[in-house]
C-alpha cells in the first residue's frame, strides 16, 4: 500500500499558542579524539566493503570474508525482518489517531 502522507491541521482552525522560548539544550560538541574515532572507524570500514567487493568479483584471493550460517537456528526459521521507520510511522499515527 502507498505511504500515507501526514497532514497536520490547526486545531479548530486556531493558531497555535505562542508558548514562552524554551532554553535550548546546550550543542553538542565532539572532541578531537571522538572525531578522529568516528574517521578511523569509517576508513577502516570503507576499506573492508572495498576488499569484499572485489573479493566478490574474483580481483583478490585472501582478505575479509562474510560469516554466513552453514546451518541457520530453526528458532529463527519464520524470522521476518521489520521496517522499523514504517513501524515508528505506523506508532505515531496511532498516538495521533488516539489523542483525537
Request: glycine share 4%; proline share 8%.
Amino acid at each position: 500500500s502507498p505511504a500515507q502522507k501526514l497532514i497536520f491541521n490547526r486545531v479548530n482552525g486556531k493558531r497555535p499558542q505562542v508558548l514562552p522560548q524554551q532554553v535550548s539544550a546546550p550543542e553538542e560538541c565532539y572532541t578531537l579524539a571522538h572525531e578522529e574515532n568516528v574517521r578511523f572507524v569509517y576508513e577502516a570500514w570503507q576499506q573492508v566493503e572495498q576488499q569484499l567487493d572485489g573479493s566478490r568479483s574474483g580481483e583478490s584471493t585472501c582478505g575479509p570474508v562474510q560469516y554466513v550460517e552453514k546451518t541457520p537456528s530453526p528458532g529463527l526459521k519464520n524470522f521476518v525482518p521489520i521496517d522499523l521507520e514504517e513501524w515508528w510511522a505506523q506508532q505515531f499515527l496511532a498516538k495521533i489517531e488516539n489523542c483525537s
